[in-house]
């Protein structure tokens, strides 16, 4: 199992920066993916940035100019650098970490939530 612990949400104006972090804990496994999705208001929840334990980031093509992604495998965590804040960044961002299971299934595991708002 892996438990997953989100900070660093919270109030920002548009175009003001933030950073997100997330900590794991339980085994985390070399192959796993850490990465973080989001669920804007009435919307459904979306991936926007993924990156393996190799550091190779994948970003949602909307996000990937404004948007950072980075992993310490040491310390199994995973942060989202996000610059040039957006009202429409407005959601709650879900750090995940994604897996292959041996049944070849997709296994999921999902942080809380938290919430990142983006006004004047």
């Known amino acids: 199992q892996v438990q997953l612990v989100e900070s660093g949400g919270g109030l920002v104006q548009p175009g003001g920066s933030l950073r997100l972090s997330c900590a794991a804990s339980?085994?985390?496994?070399?192959?796993?993916?850490m990465g973080w999705y989001r669920r804007p208001p009435g919307n459904r929840r979306e991936l926007v940035a993924q990156?393996?334990?190799?550091?190779?980031?994948w970003l949602e093509s909307s996000v990937k100019d404004r948007f950072t992604i980075s992993r310490d495998n040491a310390k199994n965590t995973v942060s989202l650098q996000i610059d040039s804040l957006k009202p429409e960044d407005t959601a709650v961002y879900y750090c995940?970490?994604?897996?292959?299971?041996?049944?070849?299934?997709?296994?999921?595991?999902w942080g809380q939530g938290i919430q990142v708002t983006v006004a004047s």
């Open positions: 995940n970490v994604w897996r292959r299971g041996v049944d070849g299934s997709n296994v999921n595991f």
């Open positions: 990156i393996d334990s190799g550091h190779s980031p």
């Open positions: 339980g085994s985390i496994f070399s192959s796993d993916y």
